[in-house]
């Protein structure tokens, strides 16, 4: 299975503290992707990190990837209750299809 | 302005019927996929599309086709369908090809079906 696992499954939080969240995956892979789904909606492509590269930055949201353990983690900085959302990393092996994880259910609390 | 379109957004059907789900997109991408999303929020790709390439999970029961009139447009049909085929579809779209790896893909709000 390419299937990537995430954790922690779900996780709470109060506004303005930050999230960590960890996945892990089982194939070499082109780029790992993170996704954020709002219940009801589609996904929201956040970030994506080549296998070449180590970290990555977008405004509040730091991407790590270790492809020797093959891991990454998202951080979200200074949370908001807008936040508050299912996480999901896509691995890439080829050019087309993505390999989704678990997800993690994050509740940010005012 | 939506980029990634589908229709219908909730599809409540009997056990045995022949459905489609319709999705367009208005980006300009070569690639179109379709993603099924369980009830435990877990989602996994069934097709990926271009002009030139199917490429089908294997584990996709073969009452399931997809269908795509142009670049933009990748429908999905499903025959006979069954309890199980109850979930989210998500339709999706990306550029792909030589120069364009690396790409994030742009999806739609989800079909929701329900299987009676």
């Known amino acids: 299975s390419q299937q990537g696992e995430e954790d922690p499954q779900a996780l709470s939080i109060q506004e303005g503290e930050n999230a960590t969240m960890n996945c892990s995956y089982k194939t070499s892979i082109n780029n790992l992707q993170w996704y954020r789904q709002n219940s009801g909606r589609g996904l929201v492509h956040l970030i994506l990190i080549r296998s070449n590269e180590r970290e990555k930055h977008s405004g509040r949201l730091r991407v790590t990837l270790d492809t020797s353990k093959k891991s990454s983690s998202l951080l979200i900085t200074a949370s908001r209750a807008a936040d508050t959302a299912s996480y999901f990393c896509a691995t890439q092996p080829g050019a087309n299809n993505l390999f989704f994880g678990t997800g993690t259910r994050l509740t940010v609390i005012p | 302005d939506t980029a990634v379109s589908q229709t219908p957004k909730y599809l409540v059907t009997q056990m045995g019927n022949d459905k489609s789900i319709k999705c367009e997109q208005n980006l300009g991408h070569d690639t179109m996929y379709w993603y099924k999303q369980d009830s435990k929020k877990f989602l996994k790709i069934m097709f990926s599309?271009?002009?030139?390439?199917?490429?089908i999970n294997e584990t996709v029961p073969n009452r399931f086709s997809p269908k795509s009139p142009d670049k933009a447009h990748l429908n999905l049909h499903i025959n006979s369908l069954e309890l199980g085929d109850s979930a989210v579809y998500f339709c999706a779209s990306s550029h792909t090809g030589q120069g364009r790896s690396n790409q994030p893909q742009h999806f739609g709000d989800g079909t929701r079906l329900s299987i009676l």
């Open positions: 599309y271009n002009n030139k390439e199917l490429i």
